[in-house]
Structure formats: C-alpha cells, structure tokens
T-cell receptor, first 113, second 113 residues
Framework: ETGVTQSPTHLIKTRGQQVTLRCSSQ?????VSWYQQALGQGPQFIFQYYREEENGRGNFPPRFSGLQFPNYSSELNVNALELDDSALYLC????????????FGPGTRLTVT | DAKTTQPPSMDCAEGRAANLPCNHSTISGNEYVYWYRQIHSQGPQYIIH???NNETNEMASLIITEDRKSSTLILPHATLRDTAVYYCIVRPGLNNAGNMLTFGGGTRLMVKP
C-alpha cells in the first residue's frame, strides 16, 4: 500500500509568483485535506476536497485554491505569493470526511523570497 | 470546536512510560479526542483516538477521564525515536463539512538516554 506522497519536496519562489503543489492520496482514500505549517507552529487547515468538490475551507484568502482529480490526487495553488506564505505545506488523505484518521504526506517546504 | 491545553514540553527517560496530559474542559458529547505526533521534518502521524472509553493500540494507550474533560496519552516504553511534538485534538464526530484537524501548540516530548 502506497502512502501519501507530495511533490516537490522543496521549492523557492519570488514574491508575486504563483505556485502549484501536488499530492497523491493513499490507495483507497477519496478525501484530501491541505494544511499550512509555519515554522514553530502547528498545522493550520486550508481546505478539504471530497470526490473532486471542495468540502470545507479554513481562514485562508481566495488566492489559495485547489483541485482534486478523478484519481483523488490533488493540487494546491497559491497566487500572488507573499513572504508569509513561506511554510511547510502538508496534505493528508482519508477514507472519507467523517472521523476517519487522516494520513499525512511528508510535506512541501515553500520558501518565498 | 473545543480547545485543548497541553504543556509545551516534557522530558522522559528512555525505557520509562511517557504520560502526556491534555485538558479539553469544553469538549461536547459528540467530539472525539485524537492524538497525532510530528517527528522533526516529517508530516504528522496518527497515534490513537477515542470518545469515552480508554483505548489501546500497538503505539499507545489513551486514558479519558469519566467527565471527558481531560485525557492522557501513554507511551508505555519510550524510545529515543518517540522524541516528537505530540498534538491532542478534539474533533467533531459528525460527518460535517471539512471535519478538519485543529492543531494547537502541542507538547514537545524529549526522550533522553
């Protein structure tokens, strides 16, 4: 059974640019959640996708957007990057949207200069 | 969602039991207690969860007080590899939109030889 994978591992972007991060969910999982983790803090929920539809969103501006594909993999897109967007971006997959455990990938480290 | 309170850090001797407390005095009847941990530079890892009864799995035991206002995660024989930040999370049991994990600051557990 393949776990959650994310790409790229590390990324450096310039303020104002756009970025796309990718996540492949664990086999059999139809739900993907994205989190942002700033240095020294706990992860903060960005949004969740269930069967290709957004199924809840945290307190993040519209320039954070996402997609989920028919194979349940997902993308996180961030437009007009700001310095404060520098963080570890984590995706987690689960079997559904209820009390199922969420299994996290290793994350993508984004640095905005 | 109910807020959790955890000590910011704890030490434990290798081979001894690590007992990590969590206060969730505002927990409501349909909310579960989840524990995750995050080893440095990795994504969070699910440990265990429970509603009312004590739970045990191959990683840990979860003891929930009768009034459900606090809980304790027990690692019975801590090893150096258990050094991590441990997050106690209260999560609705309903299949509501998002059903995200709300991470606080966690407890940084240092297992020492």
């Amino acid at each position: 059974e393949t776990g959650v994978t994310q790409s790229p591992t590390h990324l450096i972007k310039t303020r104002g640019q756009q970025v796309t991060l990718r996540c492949s969910s664990q086999s059999g999982h139809n739900t993907v959640s994205w989190y942002q983790q700033a240095l020294g803090q706990g992860p903060q929920f960005i949004f969740q996708y269930y069967r290709e539809e957004e199924n809840g969103r945290g307190n993040f501006p519209p320039r954070f957007s996402g997609l989920q594909f028919p194979n349940y993999s997902s993308e996180l897109n961030v437009n007009a990057l700001e310095l404060d967007d520098s963080a570890l971006y984590l995706c987690a997959s689960s079997q559904g949207t209820g009390t199922y455990e969420q299994y996290f990938g290793p994350g993508t480290r984004l640095t905005v200069t | 969602d109910a807020k959790t309170t955890q000590p910011p850090s704890m030490d434990c001797a290798e081979g001894r039991a690590a007992n990590l407390p969590c206060n969730h005095s505002t927990i409501s009847g349909n909310e579960y207690v989840y524990w995750y941990r995050q080893i440095h530079s990795q994504g969070p890892q699910y440990i265990i969860h429970g509603l009312k009864n004590n739970e045990t799995n191959e990683m840990a035991s979860l003891i929930i007080t009768e009034d459900r206002k606090s809980s304790t995660l027990i690692l019975p024989h801590a090893t150096l590899r258990d050094t991590a930040v441990y997050y106690c999370i209260v999560r609705p049991g309903l299949n509501n939109a998002g059903n995200m994990l709300t991470f606080g600051g966690g407890t940084r557990l240092m297992v020492k030889p």
